[in-house]
């Protein structure tokens, strides 16, 4: 099954070892997605990058102590997206917030359709 | 340019030791018949034979011989090779030079040079395109092949400029169950996002494949600016516009 749609694409970007309430803040964004009911979120690890700090973040195989960029990726409708940004602005201290425009094509297996951006 | 049609072959016969100037007579008729434009040119080298001084010269191991036969072969028109002729005669010395009526049948052609851009049809993708990125699980089979490695082939096949796998440390999706990388585990089980820039045509053309291999999975597009996109250079940067905030892939 298909579906397609116009969706939001957000974007957070943000170090390693930012927390939030003693827990790493990707953990706390993608639970904080998952309660609200967001369809989908994803964290990446950059291998390197530099941001708001101007530190330069590098994720080695070395340290266990790394603070690599992190890049979470958001997507659902313009409406759900917009009821997460409160809240993203509460957790996210020193970051940024990137959003765009996207069309969305989702496919689905027969036997478990959801509705829509459940 | 030698034509197909009549011409005439030429063969000399000289000594491998024999020079011209100090030269050895081979290079120096060689040098000389590739700078007055002759069609091409070929040395051989004998086994063995003998001359006007009748003496026998042969490649023996004990005996290492400087005096082997060669023969210097080429093909031009009567007009060209009565021009070169004399030089041809004063070079020779005292070997032996052969006119034979031949015909070609197929003259040489010069191999075509390789266009610079003579390269897989998208060459410019600069300006407006379309940026598609496939969400899948690592987990996910095609044809018991893991499917992201199968859309990155079938993107190749079908000519995308360019694909990137990247696999995320965590994520849910359409089952919200979360795929979590674990340090010390061998699970495979990561999020999976392919992204893949090319113009809108291109993109849209090829969505039916993703759709035939994609049994769940989110197809995200949106509208990026490549400023630059170099493949000699085998680097393809990607800045899309700060104002729709697409600040990395």
């Not at chain 1, 309660?35 to 990058?49: H, P």
């Not at chain 1, 590098?58 to 759900?80: F, G, Q, V, Y």
């Not at chain 1, 201290?93 to 509705?115: F, H, K, T, W």
Request: hydrophobic share 40%; glycine share 8%.
């Amino acid at each position: 099954m298909k579906e397609q749609f116009q969706a939001r694409m957000l974007r957070v970007h943000f170090g390693e070892r930012d927390t939030f309430h003693e827990k790493p803040l990707y953990e706390a964004i993608v639970s904080k997605c998952k309660d609200l009911g967001i369809a989908g979120a994803i964290v990446f690890r950059g291998i390197e990058g530099y941001g708001t700090s101007t530190r330069i973040r590098h994720s080695s195989h070395w340290t266990l102590s790394r603070d690599a960029p992190i890049m979470l990726s958001i997507i659902d409708t313009k409406e759900h997206i917009d009821g997460l940004l409160p809240h993203l602005s509460e957790m996210v201290n020193e970051g940024l917030i990137a959003m765009s425009d996207v069309e969305v094509i989702r496919y689905v297996r027969q036997d478990d359709v959801r509705p829509k951006g459940a | 340019m030698l034509k197909a049609g009549k011409a005439v072959k030429v063969s000399i016969y000289i000594a491998e030791g024999a020079t011209y100037h100090g030269v050895p007579v081979y290079s120096s008729i060689l040098d000389f018949l590739f700078y007055r434009g002759v069609a091409g040119a070929t040395v051989l080298k004998g086994m063995a034979g003998f001359g006007a001084d009748h003496r026998m010269h042969s490649a023996t191991l004990v005996d290492i011989s400087d005096q082997l036969p060669l023969k210097i072969e080429f093909v031009e028109s009567r007009e060209k090779v009565d021009e070169l002729l004399g030089k041809l005669e004063e070079m020779a010395g005292s070997g032996m030079i052969e006119l034979q009526e031949t015909t070609v049948a197929k003259p040489a052609s010069v191999p075509a040079k390789p266009k610079e851009d003579d390269h897989p049809a998208h060459l410019k993708i600069e300006g407006k395109a379309l940026m598609m990125r496939i969400y899948i699980s690592e987990q996910d089979k095609w044809q018991s092949k893991a499917l992201h490695l199968a859309l990155v082939e079938a993107m190749r096949a079908n000519d995308i400029a360019g694909v990137t796998v990247y696999r995320g440390i965590l994520g849910y999706g359409a089952h919200h169950r979360v795929h979590h990388e674990r340090t010390l585990s061998l699970s495979h089980d990561a999020s999976i996002m392919l992204s893949a820039v090319d113009s809108e045509e291109r993109i849209r053309a090829f969505l039916p494949i993703v759709e035939q291999m994609v049994e769940e999975g989110l197809v995200v597009l949106s509208d990026v600016d490549v400023i630059k996109y170099a493949y000699r250079a085998r680097t393809v940067e990607e800045h899309p516009p700060t104002d729709s905030g697409q600040t990395s892939a």
